[in-house]
């Protein structure tokens, strides 16, 4: 049975995912993705010069410790958000509402699910973790602080995550824009309030993200229940549906694989900077890495961009639509990337100067920074070439592409080109896993952009011989 959707709002998204020039529609989906990214990872900016200026450098190592466990949650969240949105596009781009929206109750549950494990497990070993993850005697109490209190609330940083990729999914890039907006804005706005006002220190930090992704989880769970989306929250759409979780699972798990990987990846690097660097290596990692993934910002809007109208698309069998997307999203991503890369390699001591005033570890960072950005230029089209096949639902070349930097290359080369050339090994891992996985994805991309385009020319024919191509 089809939902009959409120007014104007469901079939004016509906008519733009299927009739918008795709690359006015990509930048319509993918503009409300980046500036709600771009605030998010600000917030997360702003968050390490408030403790590194606030409580020191040794506050900015025990986040950085803690950091692997909040990657986990990110992981789990990405998951079922990620593989959801990719069945909601298709099911959308069939005229499947009713699946779609199955699909969504299957993903509250999910979400909700995990992070109630989540809390379950990690809450009574938080300091077996945070030693496991390369805590010093000085670095502990501040890991544990912020850790403790994000294992309390994990159920509201899944539930979000996960969520405001749906509302992307069915064309609703403002409502995901405005709750990533609200998060971070109450962040920073809470943030100085629990860390400096009630002198709270990281464990001020940590309760301020923790409210802040509580009130974006009603946001979202309000949207989806109003009756402007396209899609409903049913009661009845919660219970469990085997065939649905199952594909939810499948089509996200090598996100999961690939956000997991790089919490293993920060865990071993923790580790290994422990041993070859120190604290304030520790510390400037964790700059490092915060600047990274504020950089990765719009190749990420992009990639997300991307998915709902080349999984719409594809399901439509709009094939000219699905190529003429995919091929401007590698050429935009590579772009930003290109300008990222020159940003960090051109102006490494004012990036690092803006978190902290330690002059050992600016120095360290800039030296560190410079090494691990080496090959970001190529970052763009590995991480929209691996969208593609999660955006299709091919879910082993989805695996390969997604996992292929953090699993297949990166790890291994943590772990042996320290042997070599000690603490600077651990830097250059990143862009030599960088440059393999740009060339295996673009192996395994070209082909798919000429399936797609055979398969453009093959309706054309059908539709020249009067065959229905619905």
């Known amino acids: 049975m089809q939902t009959v959707q409120p007014a104007s ?71 079922v958000g990620i593989g ?29 699910f995990f992070g109630l494990v989540i809390s379950a497990v990690g809450i009574p070993t938080s300091a077996a973790l945070v030693r496991a993850f390369g805590a010093s005697a000085a670095v502990e109490p501040y890991a544990r602080g912020y850790v403790d209190i994000i294992l309390i609330g994990a159920v509201f940083s899944l539930y979000p995550m996960a969520i405001n990729n749906l ?29 400096f ?16 992704q ?7 769970t309000r949207y989806f229940m109003s009756g402007r989306s396209t899609l409903r ?42 041993f070859y660097g120190g604290d304030v290596s520790i510390a400037a990692f964790g700059i490092v890495n915060r600047s990274m ?24 069998r709009r094939f000219d639509r699905a190529l003429e997307v995919t091929k401007y999203s590698l050429g935009a991503a590579t772009l930003f990337a290109v300008a990222a890369f020159l940003v960090f390699m051109l102006f490494p001591r004012p990036v690092m100067s803006i978190f902290t005033t330690d002059a050992a570890l600016i120095a360290e960072g800039v030296h560190a920074g410079r090494l691990t950005f080496f090959a970001f230029f190529l970052v763009g089209f590995q991480i929209v070439g691996s969208t593609v096949f999660q955006s299709l639902g091919m879910v082993m070349k989805t695996f390969v592409a997604q996992t292929s930097r953090q699993v297949i290359f990166l790890i291994p080369l943590v772990l042996v080109l ?16 960088d440059v393999l996985a740009f060339l295996l994805v673009l192996f395994m991309v070209l082909p798919q952009l000429r399936d797609l385009k055979r398969r453009h020319a093959a309706r054309l024919a059908e539709e020249s011989c009067g065959v229905d191509a619905s």
């Open 84 to 112: 959801a949105a990719s069945v909601v596009s298709r099911s959308l781009g069939a005229n499947n509402t009713e699946r779609a929206e199955r699909t969504l109750g299957n993903a509250v549950t999910l979400s909700l």
């Open 9 to 79: 709002d469901a079939a004016a998204r509906q008519d733009m995912m299927a009739n918008l020039p795709v690359r006015k529609l990509l930048w319509t989906l993918s503009l409300p993705a980046m500036a709600g990214m771009f605030t998010m990872a600000f917030y997360n900016i702003v968050d390490t010069i408030y403790i590194g200026r606030g409580v020191g450098s040794m506050a900015i190592a025990g986040v950085t410790i803690a950091f692997p466990v909040m990657m986990v949650m990110m992981a789990l969240g990405f998951m």
């Open 233 to 274: 929250l049913r009661l009845g759409a919660l219970r469990p549906d085997g065939g649905v979780t199952g594909e939810i699972l499948s089509v996200g798990f090598p996100s999961f694989i690939r956000m997991g990987a790089a919490s293993i990846i920060v865990l071993i690097i923790n580790r290994a900077l422990s």
């Open 214 to 220: 509580a009130i974006t989880s009603i946001y979202v």
């Open 167 to 195: 509302a992307r999914a069915e064309g609703a890039a403002r409502v995901a824009m405005m709750n990533m907006m609200l998060g971070a804005g109450l962040n920073i706005v809470l943030d100085p309030l629990f860390i």
């Open 418 to 433: 320290p042997r070599f050339l000690q603490a600077d090994g651990i830097w250059l891992a990143t862009p030599v896993a």
């Open 197 to 212: 006002g009630l002198d709270m220190g990281v464990r001020g930090a940590a309760i301020a993200t923790v409210i802040s």
């Open 293 to 316: 993934q504020f950089l990765s910002m719009p190749l990420i809007g992009i990639a997300q961009g991307l998915q709902p109208i080349l999984g719409f698309s594809y399901g439509s």
